[in-house]
Every structure is written in structure tokens, then in C-alpha cells.
């Protein structure tokens, strides 16, 4: 078995602002449609964001620091860049898109290839 997922978008400019799917991906857990959609949309970009190894903190709901976590497992637990309530948008002259997932369902064999031959995923 194994999961299908939504790619959503949303793009972000100073006078407007579109959110949308963006396609369907099939995988197996959250962390492969992350890997997915950093080779996909950002050209690698989550994976070197990674690599700067730097931590971010966790709050609970008074805004106590409980934990930390690296930018990927932030990125995985809020499902995608998208969903950020702490991104800076102040560089967003001509627009940032940024991507983000949700869960739809878990698919067998047969539904992955019969919506590979209707071209919903590839």
C-alpha cells in the first residue's frame, strides 16, 4: 500500500496572492513527498537548508519551549514550507511560491496504476 498526496502551492506577491493544487504524488510516508517536492519545485533547496543544521524551537501553547527540531522535521510536521506562520515574506517583490502537501489517502497497486493511466500522477 502506499499514500497518495496532494502538492499545493501558494504564490504570494505584493498585490496578490494565489493558492491552489499544484499536482498528486505518490509515496510512502511524508518525509518521501519532502524529498519529492525539494527535487521537484526548490531545485534543492530544503536539502541545503538542511545541511546548515539549524534548529528551530517548539512551543506548546503558552509559547514554552519544549524541544527543538531541524528545518527538515519542522518542514515535515507542518507539512510543507507553506504552512509556515513564522515565514519571512519580506523579499516577496516578485512573488515567492512556496509548497506544502496534505494527506488524501491510502491507495493499492490497482488505484496507483489506474491513476497513472489517466495521467493524475506519474
Same mark, same amino acid.
Given at each position: /500500500?502506499?499514500? &497518495?498526496? =496532494?502538492?499545493?502551492?501558494?504564490?504570494?506577491?505584493? =498585490?496578490?496572492?494565489?493558492? @491552489? #493544487?499544484?499536482?498528486?504524488?505518490?509515496?510512502?510516508?511524508? %518525509? +518521501?513527498?519532502?524529498?519529492? #517536492?525539494? %527535487? =521537484?519545485?526548490?531545485? @534543492?533547496? *530544503?536539502?541545503?537548508?538542511?545541511?546548515?543544521?539549524? +534548529?528551530?524551537? #517548539?512551543?506548546?501553547?503558552d509559547w514554552n519551549i519544549i524541544g527543538s527540531?531541524?528545518?527538515?522535521?519542522?518542514?515535515?510536521?507542518?507539512?510543507?514550507? /507553506?504552512?509556515?506562520?513564522?515565514?519571512?515574506?519580506?523579499?516577496?517583490?516578485? @512573488? #515567492?511560491? &512556496?509548497? @506544502? *502537501?496534505?494527506?488524501v489517502k491510502e491507495i493499492t497497486e490497482d488505484? %496507483? =496504476?489506474?491513476?497513472i493511466s489517466v495521467g493524475i500522477i506519474k
Open positions: /500500500m502506499s499514500n &497518495l498526496y =496532494k502538492v499545493l502551492f501558494s504564490h504570494t506577491a505584493p =498585490k496578490d496572492q494565489r493558492v @491552489g #493544487i499544484d499536482s498528486y504524488v505518490v509515496a510512502e510516508n511524508a %518525509e +518521501q513527498v519532502y524529498s519529492i #517536492i525539494d %527535487e =521537484k519545485y526548490n531545485h @534543492g533547496s *530544503w536539502k541545503d537548508r538542511e545541511e546548515e543544521n539549524e +534548529q528551530f524551537d #517548539i512551543e506548546d501553547e527540531e531541524s528545518f527538515k522535521e519542522k518542514i515535515v510536521r507542518i507539512e510543507g514550507q /507553506m504552512n509556515d506562520e513564522d515565514y519571512d515574506y519580506s523579499d516577496a517583490y516578485y @512573488g #515567492i511560491t &512556496l509548497y @506544502g *502537501w496534505e494527506f488505484e %496507483e =496504476k489506474a491513476l
